[in-house]
């Protein structure tokens, strides 16, 4: 018996002392790191850190995508730093199109509310994997892969994608290879691509070079 009460004693010791951290709330305002954002004071920390309205309405898509994705990672929903997920929201106008893209660091799940999406990624085997999808259908895009996403029913669409961290990244394709000084002509030996398309596309996207 007495062993008993000094095991559930030293029990109660143990939790008393181990402290799990439930959450590291992002310190915007320290810089980030590899493994995420420092962890605000939990003193600091407050509900709003935890709940965000910004998806609410729909992102701006007068844009030449005539999309807009929203992002909640934690640099911009500081309650999802340390804890392997986040979300963000897509609109795609009709004609609208998130461009060939990657996200470096977590793998995507989409799930499209309104209209029709076309979704698809690539895989390392080069292998290509499309689908159109309507509200409701979700499709999930592994980890680093490229894909994309087009607007499919000529009406507003709107998908939702949840990431498997709080800092996936986002790495468009077409800004990598024509939106930067990468010389014109590094551009054109590295893709193939003639020095016309290469130097109309910089234009296009803001390149140099
Ligand atoms: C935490 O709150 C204290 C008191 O309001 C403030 O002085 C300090 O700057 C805050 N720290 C962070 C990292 O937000």
Same mark, same amino acid.
């Given at each position: 018996m007495i062993h008993i009460l000094l095991i559930i004693s030293s029990l109660f010791t143990f939790s008393a002392h181990a402290a799990v951290q439930d959450? =590291?709330? *992002? ?11 420092? =962890?605000?004071? *939990?003193?600091? @920390?407050? @509900?709003? /850190?935890?709940? $965000?309205?910004? %998806? ?5 898509? /007068? ?10 990672? *934690?640099?911009?929903?500081?309650? @999802? ?8 929201? %897509? ?6 199109? @998130? +461009? ?6 977590? $793998? ?11 979704? #698809? ?10 689908k159109t999808l309507q509200k409701g259908d979700i499709m999930v895009f592994p980890q680093g892969l490229l894909h994309f996403q087009v607007n499919a ?10 990431? $498997?961290? *709080? ?5 468009? %394709? ?6 930067? /000084?990468? +010389? ?16 109309? %596309? ?6 140099? #070079?």
């Amino acid at each position: 018996m007495i062993h008993i009460l000094l095991i559930i004693s030293s029990l109660f010791t143990f939790s008393a002392h181990a402290a799990v951290q439930d959450f =590291c709330v *992002a310190d915007l305002l320290a810089p980030e790191s590899p493994a995420g954002f420092a =962890c605000k004071p *939990a003193a600091n @920390v407050t @509900v709003d /850190d935890f709940v $965000s309205t910004g %998806l609410r309405l729909a992102g701006a898509t /007068d844009n030449i995508i005539k999309a807009a994705v929203t992002p909640e990672f *934690a640099a911009q929903f500081p309650g @999802v730093n340390g804890l392997g997920i986040s979300i963000a929201r %897509l609109d795609l106008a009709p004609g609208g199109v @998130v +461009p060939m893209h990657t996200h470096p660091g977590g $793998s995507e799940l989409l799930l499209v509310t309104q209209g029709f999406i076309k979704a #698809g990624f690539i895989s390392s085997a080069n292998t290509v994997y499309v689908k159109t999808l309507q509200k409701g259908d979700i499709m999930v895009f592994p980890q680093g892969l490229l894909h994309f996403q087009v607007n499919a029913g000529g009406v507003a669409s709107v998908a939702f994608a949840s990431f $498997s961290s *709080a800092t996936p990244g986002l790495q468009i %394709l077409d800004f990598a290879l024509f939106a930067n /000084d990468l +010389p014109s002509s590094l551009v054109e030996t590295t893709t193939f691509l003639p020095d016309e398309v290469v130097k109309k %596309l910089k234009a296009v996207l803001g390149g140099t #070079g």
